[in-house]
């Protein structure tokens, strides 16, 4: 069954402090691994999609890890602050389709405190 | 400026009403998808379209309807709402197009539109 499960569910952590949130899949066959950001009543915003072939991903304070021999993902925030606080999505898509199916995580919801 | 709007942001009804969620993106994504979401769990897509006049059912079966018949334009119907349907209904959009590479099916989402049947 292809599954995305995330961790911790939640987390909190004092602004400019580091943190990592976790992502494992089961999604085969393998076709890209997003990372969402999700602010309290609005839509996910992406923040960075990776392929097969990459390791590692950087967008500003946000970078992604992707190991595809263990189906593991990692989301590195570092010097936090308050607007990071927020529901980080992991989203796992498929090659089984022209769509390529989306599989979505629950989300680790993050709370940077000042 | 490039975005997809979703209107009412909050709706509170009671049973049995009919209601329309309105989603509009100006990019020219020939694809939109309706997902669901409620508090704490993984959003479930409902509804998507390929294009004009193409609609299917996602993953999550859901009493809603929708209709494709502008590309910027992809509303969702309830006939009669009932407290079971409360949730947020998040729209999306993205390019048409196949392969991971290309970044086919980012998807950008809209704000949500956020119902409670009372």
């Known amino acids: 069954k292809n599954q995305v499960e995330q961790s911790p569910q939640s987390l909190i952590i004092l602004e400019g402090k580091n943190c990592t949130l976790q992502c494992n899949y089961t999604v085969s066959p393998f076709s890209n691994l997003r990372w969402y950001k999700q602010d309290t009543g609005r839509g996910p915003v992406s923040l960075t999609i990776?392929?097969?072939?990459?390791n590692t991903k950087s967008n500003g304070r946000y970078t992604a890890t992707l190991d595809a021999d263990t189906k593991q993902s990692s989301l590195h925030i570092t010097a936090s602050q308050l607007s990071d606080s927020a529901s980080y999505i992991c989203v796992v898509s498929d090659r089984g389709s022209t769509l390529g199916r989306l599989y979505f995580g629950r989300g680790t919801q993050l709370t940077v405190w000042p | 400026e490039a975005d997809i709007y979703q209107t009412p942001r909050y709706l509170v009804i009671g049973t049995g009403k009919k209601i329309t969620l309105e989603c509009s993106q100006t990019?020219?994504?020939?694809?939109m998808y309706w997902y669901q979401q409620d508090p704490g769990m993984e959003l479930h897509l409902i509804h998507y379209?390929?294009?004009?006049?193409?609609?299917e059912k996602g993953d999550l079966s859901s009493e809603s309807t929708v209709s494709r018949i502008r590309t910027e334009h992809f509303p969702l119907t309830l006939e009669s709402a009932r407290p079971s349907h409360t949730s947020q209904y998040l729209c999306?959009?993205?390019?048409?197009?196949?392969?991971?590479?290309?970044?086919?099916?980012?998807?950008?989402f809209g704000a949500g539109s956020r119902l409670t049947v009372l």
């Open positions: 999306a959009s993205s390019v048409a197009g196949e392969g991971a590479v290309s970044g086919a099916n980012v998807l950008t």
């Open positions: 990776m392929t097969f072939s990459e």
């Open positions: 990019m020219g994504h020939d694809k």
């Open positions: 379209s390929y294009g004009v006049n193409s609609t």
